[in-house]
């Protein structure tokens, strides 16, 4: 009787030891946007969605939509805060290995310039940004740890100063660290 309940005992702990382990087999990651100094006293920019293309031990190729926090963005604010908004908080990505591109897609309306001289503008986005800007991260990432993505977005300031101000996205990637 005692042989068995050992036996079960050190099933349920070497169970316990899997689970356990299996709990943390994918990473995380966390997207953070910054902003380059921007011209005008407002720059407001709708971001409808961020997608994730990542590989797997199955996949070269995978697009995960991100559940990001969505809506109106103010470059200018983003840039004179010196701090990174987060615009996705910590999410698991199941499986993923490397981190291959990001592609962030902007709203069509809704989006704004305040000038120097106080007028505000509808702000147009470009096709690009409508479409979708994408961003290679390339990048292999190890199971089980958390990853920040500081993104840092830019705007073509010779098309903000067009008669109608149009706003054409350019995303870099300020740095992907691993968060301890």
């Not at 169970?15 to 990473?27: M, V, W």
């Not at 983003?78 to 709203?107: H, K, W």
Request: charged content about 20%; proline content about 3%; overall charge negative.
């Amino acid at each position: 009787m005692k042989k068995m309940i050992d036996k079960i005992a050190y099933t349920v702990f070497f169970a316990a030891i899997l689970i356990s382990c299996k709990k943390d087999a994918s990473p995380s990651i966390e997207i953070a946007i910054a902003a380059d100094e921007v011209y005008h006293k407002n720059v407001s920019v709708d971001i409808k969605e961020v997608w994730l293309n990542y590989a797997t031990k199955k996949s070269n190729s995978e697009w995960m939509q991100l559940e990001i926090q969505s809506g109106l963005y103010d470059l200018a604010d983003l840039y004179m805060d010196q701090r990174d908004t987060i615009i996705l908080p910590q999410t698991v990505i199941e499986d993923a290995q490397t981190l291959i591109q990001l592609r962030m897609i902007f709203g069509a309306s809704g989006n704004t310039v305040i000038t120097q001289s106080q007028d505000t503008l509808d702000l147009n986005i470009s096709n690009n940004g409508l479409s979708g800007v994408k961003v290679g991260i390339n990048r292999k990432i190890e199971a089980g740890m958390r990853y920040d993505l500081r993104l840092a977005l830019a705007g073509d300031s010779t098309a903000l100063f067009e008669p109608v101000p149009l706003f054409d996205p350019i995303i870099r990637v300020d740095s992907l660290t691993l968060n301890p």
